[in-house]
């Protein structure tokens, strides 16, 4: 497991923290027996005087590296996004998906202090083998307060004890490290890892209620994320807020930057700063909308056979879910995701100031997309508009709720692409808003059906979104 990092541009640390951070980096990389005081002087830019200064012997430095491992590693652990989920056999798995997701690391990144010195002093210095012992079930400490909880609501009458589960799962992990360090590679460790994650979700079977099937149907075809992928994710956070008053919430991790975003109490969204050689690479900033499925894997592989295109193949987000990176056959990018948890989201009043009011396919053909959505999805046919030499404007319904448009798009639209409409209560002054933070305008304010009124407008990252209102 990594030991949280400073972060770039931090001041120097204090002589002493330098020698341990040296000694958790030599140290997983050489184990404790080759790594000598020298090469922990030689990588903290210190002397032997400094290093003898603070600790008398390397048996000393590795007791207190063993606790100073235990409190920046518990640091990342307390700042995982699973921490955030409601049910706690959900925090549970979502902690070993988290886990998994380390091991996608460097070798030495994913190294464990702990378990690297254990198994080479574990006979030889009793107080190193404590020390570890101590960090070891200290984490396990933390795991069991989930473990407790899922026993407690899913597995109420089971023998074994949450303890051992709880140590059990640290035991799996760190074999599962000791085997990646032998294969060089940490294929074999996920592989343990799965086995984990199954086994801990038989032990923890969810509940079975006449809610279930109205939740497997739920997940299907509805929208259930909306996320921006932008350069600056700090900008564009400012941008919106100042435009639909959000209020954002830093969720970064492994994954990179993400930052939740709310209007009132309930989420809307997540904006990410794609990294910079994606940036670099010309990746444009977007708005993209998430439909739930049962299941990613297949689902990505029917709109693979159904023409569409695969741009970021089905991964696990830990904790949250597993998604995929798709188009529809005629290039309009969306994503598709298992969310992790079976709970339904609140529910948000339609018109909330903030949320998403409307999503709208701009299509390369309007009737062929309709039908590739609702074959998939089961979306229904709503009004069907007549715009004239623009063609027909299809609502669809989602779960018997009108939701969206499938149209064909205006010549000169670029390409296919959603276009998500936020709720304001008044179009004009959000338009002053958008003009203000640096946006525009990409034509004028328009009166649609039911006296509403719309405007197409662009960040000023280049990522097109809409807004609607009752009123000017």
């Known amino acids: 497991m990594p030991a949280k990092e400073a972060p770039a541009g931090a001041p120097p640390t204090d002589s002493r923290t330098r020698l341990l951070e040296a000694a958790l980096r030599m140290i997983r990389e050489k184990g404790f027996s080759a790594t000598r005081v020298d090469d922990i002087c030689a990588a903290a830019g210190l002397s032997k005087g400094s290093f003898f200064h603070h600790f008398e012997s390397k048996e000393q430095l590795a007791v207190e590296a063993a606790a100073y491992w235990s409190a920046t590693t518990g640091s990342l652990f307390r700042s995982a996004p699973y921490h955030a989920l409601p049910e706690p056999r959900d925090r549970v798995l979502g902690y070993v998906e988290f886990r998994k997701a380390i091991l996608r690391r460097a070798v030495p990144e994913f190294t464990c202090l702990v378990g690297t010195m254990v198994q080479e002093a574990y006979a030889s210095n009793p107080a190193i083998r404590e020390a570890c012992e101590r960090s070891i079930s200290g984490h396990a400490d933390e795991v069991a307060k989930d473990i407790a909880l899922a026993k407690q609501r899913h597995a109420p009458g089971a023998k074994w004890t949450t303890e051992s589960l709880a140590i059990f799962t640290q035991a799996v992990l760190q074999g599962a490290f000791v085997l990646a360090k032998a294969r060089n ?28 099937p109205m939740l497997t149907t739920r997940a299907k075809g509805t929208f259930i994320w909306n996320e921006l992928s932008t350069r600056d994710g700090k900008a564009a956070e400012k941008f919106y807020s100042s435009v639909l008053g959000w209020k954002g919430k830093d969720m970064s991790g492994p994954g990179g930057t993400y930052t939740i975003v709310s209007a009132g109490p309930a989420d809307v969204g997540g904006i990410w700063t794609m990294p910079a050689e994606m940036a670099a690479s010309g990746a444009p900033s977007m708005w993209l909308t998430y439909i739930g499925v049962d299941d990613v894997d297949a689902f990505t592989k029917r709109v693979s056979a159904a023409g569409g295109a695969v741009k970021r193949a089905p991964e696990d987000i830990p904790g949250i879910g597993r998604f995929a990176v798709v188009t529809d056959p005629q290039g309009a990018p969306f994503m598709l995701m298992t969310p992790a948890s079976k709970e339904p989201r609140p529910a948000v009043p339609p018109d909330t100031a903030g949320h998403v009011a409307w999503r709208e396919l701009h299509a390369g053909d309007g009737a062929a997309a309709f039908t590739f959505y609702s074959e998939f999805f089961g979306w229904t046919k709503g009004d069907a508009l007549d715009m004239g030499p623009n063609g027909v404007y299809q609502t669809f319904f989602v779960d018997d709720v009108p939701t969206g448009g499938v149209f064909t798009k205006m010549p000169k639209a670029p390409s296919p692409f959603w276009l998500i409409y936020f709720h304001v209560p008044a179009l004009d002054a959000a338009i002053e808003r958008v003009n203000a933070g640096g946006g525009r305008l990409v034509d004028v304010p328009m009166q649609v059906p039911m006296g509403r009124w719309i405007a197409q407008c662009v960040d000023p990252q280049g990522a097109m979104f809409a807004l609607i209102a009752p009123k000017r």
């Open 185 to 212: 590679g940490s294929a074999v460790a996920e592989e343990c890892v799965d086995h984990l994650h199954r086994y801990l979700e038989l032990l923890f079977p969810p509940p079975r209620t006449t809610e279930e």
